[in-house]
């Protein structure tokens, strides 16, 4: 299966992490939520930027630095050592050992995606007081396997693309219209849409620019510019009827390019879109509908200037495992921890 295959690796850094192999525990009789390790960080991601392996470094470096400082982080690869073309999903059983998951995923437009196919997972990760930062671009899309923009949930339109139990709606708490790049728009305005910048809203995170050295938005073949990064989306929130959830907290909103070389300057369309935000549910622990805390960056960090990165990411997990220890509403205790597992995060090797 996935983990026999070594979906679980060890990432040869300087930093440790515990490989981990096939568990032959069965599903009937092994408890699914233990959080007797501390973190794990999901690899969805291949074929970003100069090459995998230097995005690779980047989320673990960068993004997951602070993780790191914090406690023992283990890895889990989507996609296998070397990667191969079929992502493969993980299970309850594997994510229930771990209080605090970073999944990050960067696979372009494709629809078969391990985020895709562990929502159901992930669902009861969060439902049993998970938490989770997800990183990464279009990520409803990779979840519905639909890449059109707008997409609007159902019931507040006719043809709407998803519902309210959905694992967009319930987890990553979009409750209104996702946009993007649009997919029917004029080339001038798919031109002009994407981002240059995560501007922030929030007093506390830092607002991020774009990595000159990485991505030039001014160059131009000559009809169009190459604009800005196109690998975002972000929930509108701003229909009357669709306001923002309680616990939801908008961090970023995306600064979008907004210039075409045939005709200059092009009105902002997406202002009041959320790209980044932070989600405690307001409700009772272990009551219907209650769930782990959540961070989502629902862009590709990897193209931003890495110290406003860093700085993000290390606010974002202080927030998401701040009280871990806490019984209280989206700060999970253990729940199941064998004799035989020793301390929390101990870096063994599970068989």
Do not use: C
């Given at each position: 299966d996935a983990f026999a295959s070594g979906r679980f690796q060890r990432r040869a850094r300087h930093r440790s992490c515990v490989v981990i192999k096939a568990m032959s525990i069965p599903w009937s009789s092994a408890p699914m939520i233990h959080?007797?390790?501390?973190?794990?960080?999901?690899?969805?991601?291949?074929?970003?930027?100069?090459?995998?392996?230097?995005?690779?470094?980047?989320?673990?470096?960068?993004?997951?630095?602070?993780?790191?400082?914090?406690?023992?982080?283990?890895?889990?690869?989507?996609?296998?050592?070397?990667?191969?073309?079929?992502?493969?999903?993980?299970?309850?059983?594997?994510?229930?050992?771990?209080?605090?998951?970073?999944?990050?995923?960067?696979?372009?437009?494709?629809?078969?995606?391990?985020?895709?196919?562990?929502?159901?997972?992930?669902?009861?990760?969060?439902?049993?007081?998970?938490?989770?930062?997800?990183?990464?671009?279009?990520?409803?899309?990779?979840?519905?396997?639909?890449?059109?923009?707008?997409?609007?949930?159902?019931?507040?339109?006719?043809?709407?693309?998803?519902d309210q139990d959905s694992f967009v709606w319930r987890k990553l708490r979009y409750q209104d219209d996702v946009v993007g790049i649009p997919t029917n728009g004029s080339r001038r305005l798919q031109e002009a849409s994407g981002i240059i910048g995560c501007r922030s809203v929030s007093a506390e995170f830092p607002t991020l620019e774009l990595d000159p050295l990485k991505w030039d938005p001014w160059v131009d073949d000559g009809e169009y510019y190459r604009g800005g990064i196109a690998d975002w989306e972000g929930v509108l929130m701003d229909s009357p009827d669709q306001l923002p959830p309680a616990g939801f907290e908008a961090i970023y909103s995306p600064d979008t390019f907004d210039h075409s070389l045939c005709c200059g300057d092009v009105t902002p369309q997406y202002e009041a879109a959320v790209l980044g935000h932070r989600y405690e549910s307001p409700l009772p622990p272990g009551s219907v509908g209650d769930q782990g805390r959540t961070v989502v960056f629902n862009f590709q960090p990897w193209y931003f200037e890495s110290e406003g990165v860093a700085e993000a990411c290390r606010l974002a997990v202080d927030w998401v495992v701040d009280g871990i220890d806490s019984p209280r509403a989206g700060s999970p205790v253990p729940t199941a921890v064998a004799a035989s597992d020793g301390v929390l995060g101990s870096g063994r090797t599970v068989r």
């Open positions: 959080f007797d390790r501390f973190a794990l960080m999901v690899d969805d991601s291949r074929l970003v930027g100069p090459s995998d392996s230097a995005h690779d470094a980047y989320i673990d470096e960068v993004v997951a630095a602070r993780l790191h400082e914090l406690g023992p982080v283990d890895v889990f690869n989507v996609y296998g050592d070397p990667e191969g073309s079929s992502p493969h999903p993980i299970d309850i059983e594997q994510l229930g050992h771990y209080r605090v998951v970073l999944w990050h995923s960067a696979v372009g437009t494709t629809a078969n995606t391990g985020l895709g196919r562990s929502k159901d997972a992930l669902a009861h990760y969060l439902a049993g007081g998970g938490r989770v930062f997800f990183v990464g671009g279009r990520l409803s899309s990779l979840v519905l396997g639909d890449f059109t923009y707008p997409k609007a949930p159902l019931p507040t339109a006719g043809d709407g693309t998803f």
